[in-house]
């Protein structure tokens, strides 16, 4: 019964010789394709052109492609959605009854017009109450001036008596007592102009807190009508038939879809390569395509995500782009010299940096860096690569820095 475990710990023990002392033979035989050994009779084998490039006898088999730099258009791909143009919520400024007929949502609304009326009440009767106190101090105001010039009369009469008693007793013709009275007559009318010049300013006041009532009243008039700030269309229905508003109550919401704006977020590292009016492109969800320029930057970044806002202005005559769709966003930047390899190529060193594994001209292998630049559906554009290069494109994750290769060439795809 313990026959079989021998045989198997055996087997598995020829196997690991045979890869671990016999490696080169082993190889040497997959790589004849398994076929036995001739006798020295036998007449001599031509060697393969494949076997006269060996560089060393344990070069390692690798698939690589020639490639050489193209210079292709650099481009910042984001994440990101629509966004309406403009979007407003138009609320009640004052109290009152809705008394017209409601609009549905969807309905198309222009600059200025009326979304929703409400009941006058009093308003109207305030409004004449104004006008009336309005002109009632209109009409005070000819009186108060007339007051006024018949002050400045007597003033001046006042003031040429006394002149003239003045000069009387100097001459010793008048009495004491009547230059004090023509004295006393002068500040009489003196405060008779200054009463008359005060009944004139109150007049004028009067007449100003009239008017501040009547803009007032006509200011409240005013908003009973809710109008549209500009054109669009209606997100929801205006309020209904009847309804009760408050100052502050929703009357309805418009949003402004043409043009519409994609809103994505750069991060930190690529904003140095987007630039105000960039073109830009954006594919949503539903494979429509978009074209537009950056109308916005940010200057101040997200302090949870450290990315700055981006604004793309798109033209919508149609409507037919919606507000929050997804977008995927492509902003035109700097052309670059970059290489197109699949992506299977790209391996990490033992640093943890993403590049790829070449295969120099002694048929070593040399690792070096690269930058992503961007996906293709062929595969994706590489930066930081010699002109030519050739790449490895299997076999890389076997092999290391000098490690002797021998490459098998494919024709790129």
């Not at 009440?121 to 007051?147: C, D, N, W």
């Not at 919606?322 to 033992?350: F, K, V, Y």
């Amino acid at each position: 019964m313990r026959l079989i475990p021998v045989l198997s710990a055996i087997l598995v023990t020829a196997f690991l010789f045979m890869i671990v002392v016999e490696r080169d033979r082993l190889v040497a035989f997959a790589s004849s394709g398994g076929a036995p050994e001739t006798s020295s009779e036998a007449p001599e084998t031509v060697a393969t052109p494949v076997e006269t490039v060996a560089v060393a006898e344990n070069a390692v088999r690798v698939v690589a492609v020639h490639s050489s730099a193209r210079m292709v258009d650099s481009a910042v791909v984001l994440r990101g959605q629509t966004q309406a143009h403009r979007q407003v919520e138009v609320r009640a400024e004052t109290i009152g009854r809705m008394i017209s007929t409601p609009l549905r949502r969807g309905a198309h609304v222009s600059e200025g017009q009326e979304l929703c009326r409400l009941e006058p009440g009093t308003r109207e009767a305030l409004l004449a109450e104004a006008k009336a106190r309005l002109a009632e101090a209109m009409a005070q105001v000819p009186s108060s001036q007339a007051y006024e010039i018949e002050a400045n009369a007597r003033l001046e009469e006042a003031l040429i008596n006394d002149n003239a008693a003045r000069k009387l007793s100097e001459g010793g013709f008048a009495s004491t007592t009547r230059l004090a009275t023509t004295a006393a007559n002068v500040k009489a009318a003196e405060a008779a102009v200054q009463s008359a010049k005060s009944g004139l300013e109150s007049t004028l006041a009067g007449i100003e807190s009239a008017e501040a009532l009547v803009a007032a009243a006509e200011r409240e008039i005013e908003r009973l009508s809710i109008k549209a700030p500009f054109s669009g269309l209606l997100e929801s229905d205006t309020a209904e038939l009847g309804s009760l508003l408050q100052s502050g109550n929703l009357c309805a919401t418009v949003i402004q879809l043409d043009p519409i704006k994609v809103v994505g977020y750069v991060p930190e590292t690529e904003i140095n390569r987007v630039d105000l009016g960039a073109m830009a492109g954006a594919r949503l969800t539903t494979g429509q395509e978009l074209t537009g320029q950056v109308a916005f930057l940010s200057r101040s970044a997200d302090p949870l995500t450290r990315t700055f806002r981006v604004e793309i202005d798109v033209p919508n005559p149609k409507l037919t782009i919606r507000d929050g769709q997804t977008a995927e966003i492509i902003i035109a930047s700097d052309g670059a010299s970059a290489h197109l390899i699949p992506q299977s190529a790209l391996t990490l060193n033992d640093e943890g940096t993403l590049g790829v594994r070449l295969v120099d001209q002694d048929n070593l292998v040399r690792f070096m860096a690269i930058e992503l630049l961007r996906d293709a559906p062929e595969g994706i554009w590489v930066e930081g690569l010699p002109e030519n290069a050739d790449i490895i494109i299997i076999g890389q994750e076997y092999v290391e820095d000098g490690v002797p290769v021998l490459p098998v060439f494919e024709e790129p795809a």
